[in-house]
């Protein structure tokens, strides 16, 4: 049996990079201060790197899968020139009201539910307790607590409620973190 790993859970919109809404354009897509230096530390204490991300913007119709694919490998391509490599980007493109064809449905992956972060676990014999999600909506953390991740951390920087309030009434995190770098003490 192989040795479980931990990883880092990243949101991708409002985690990774500024949250525009519906970001899908290499030149509209602004990385967030401080998240190549906490990948950077995560990998060196032996974590995996996962972005899981809703998207559905692909779902609306807005942009393409082949538009979420282009973007997603210039970003990979940045981490791992900053010597903090994704393991994996896992995303859901599914919206259950606002989805257009077969984009219209209910999903075990789109959080909150858990699925893309059980998907990491067992394609990558991840311990879920004894990893770490950052994100930055009630969802992200309710994913996260369903899939049994030990430490889920909200992102809520200065200007959209990163005083120290929960931010969601859904799920409460293990914190609330106002920069990046706050994430290293949970590691």
């Known amino acids: 049996m192989a040795e479980l790993v931990r990883a880092l859970f990243l949101d991708r919109d409002g985690v990774i990079n500024r949250d525009e809404g519906y970001t899908h354009r290499w030149e509209d897509f602004v990385f967030i201060d401080g998240i190549f230096d906490l990948c950077r530390a995560a990998r060196a204490k032996g974590y995996r ?109 200065a200007g959209k409620g990163g005083d120290g309030e929960s931010g969601n009434g859904v799920a409460a995190p293990s914190a609330v973190i106002a920069r990046l770098e706050q994430a290293l003490a949970w590691l």
């Open 49 to 157: 790197l996962f972005v899981v991300t809703n998207q559905a913007g692909i779902g609306r119709g807005l942009y393409s899968e082949q538009d979420f694919y282009a973007l997603t490998e210039r970003m990979c391509e940045a981490f791992a020139a900053e010597d903090a490599p994704i393991d994996k980007v896992y995303f859901d493109p599914t919206h259950p009201v606002h989805g257009i064809g077969e984009y219209r449905r209910e999903s075990p992956m789109r959080k909150p539910n858990p699925g893309m972060l059980l998907a990491a676990a067992e394609e990558f014999d991840v311990s879920l307790t004894d990893s770490v999600l950052v994100g930055d909506k009630g969802s992200d953390i309710l994913a996260g607590q369903r899939a049994g991740v030990g430490t889920t951390l909200l992102y809520l920087p």
